[in-house]
C-alpha cells in the first residue's frame, strides 16, 4: 500500500518567537520543514502534502524545492490543518497515512518505518511515545496530587492511521464542535483503537528558542 503524509507547518511559531513561521526557521543552513520531509522520505513515504501559512507560499515552495512535496494552505488550528491536508491527498482510502509536525524535524526515519509498520500489521492508530521523565502533578480545585508517572507516555508524531479512517475522525469532530489536540485523539474520538510504538528523543518538538540549541547539538552529535 502507498504511504502518504501530511506535514503540518502551517502554525506562527509564537512561542519560538522568531520573525519567520517557525518551519522555515532554519537549523544549519536548512529549513525545518525541510529537515522533516527529508526525514518522512528517508523512512518511506511516497506522497507529502504540506500545509503552509498564507503569505509565505514562495519561501515554503523554495525550502521544499526537488522533494515532490504539494502545498496547500493550512487553517486556523493544527486540527483544520490537519484536515484540510487530508483533503488535499489523492491516495486511496486504504493508504496508510502519517500526520506529522514540521516542528519535529529531527524524527529519525526509524521512528516514521515503526509507525507505518504498526499500522501496515493492522493498528487503526499508531502513535510514538516516551515515557515521561519528570514527576507529575494534577492541580486539582485549589490543591494538587500526585500522577504516577509509570502510567504516562509523551506522544510525537508522525501519528499513522489508514486514510479513510482518519479523515472520517476528522470530518466527525468538525460536524460535532469538537477540539483535540492531536490524530490519535482524534480516532479515538470515533471509537478506533490507539497502538503505542517507541518515540525517539530526536523527535521532540522544537517548540522555544532554547530547542533550536538542543536540536543542533544532536544534529552536531549525528555528524560524528
Ligand atoms: N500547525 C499548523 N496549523 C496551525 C497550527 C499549527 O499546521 N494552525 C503546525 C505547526 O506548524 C507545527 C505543528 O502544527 O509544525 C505543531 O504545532 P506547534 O508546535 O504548536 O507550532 P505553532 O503553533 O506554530 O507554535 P506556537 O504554538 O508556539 O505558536
Ligand atoms: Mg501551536
New binding site residues.
Partial sequence: VPVVTVV?????????GARLP??LVELDSVALVRRAVDALLDGGVSEVVV?VPVGHEEAFREALAGTGSRLVH?????Q??VRLGLAALAAPDDAVVLVH???RALVPPEVVQRVTSAIVDGADVAVPVLPVVDSIRSVVGGGSEVVDRAMLRAVQTPQGARLGLLREAHEWLRRDGVEVTDDAAACEYRGHRVALVPGHRDAM?I?EPVDLVFASALLAERKN
Avoid at 493550512?74 to 493544527?78: L, V
Fill in positions: 503540518v507547518a502551517a502554525g506562527s511559531g509564537s512561542r519560538l517557525k518551519a500545509t493550512g487553517g486556523a488550528t493544527r483544520e490543518s509536525d514540521a516542528a518538538k517548540t
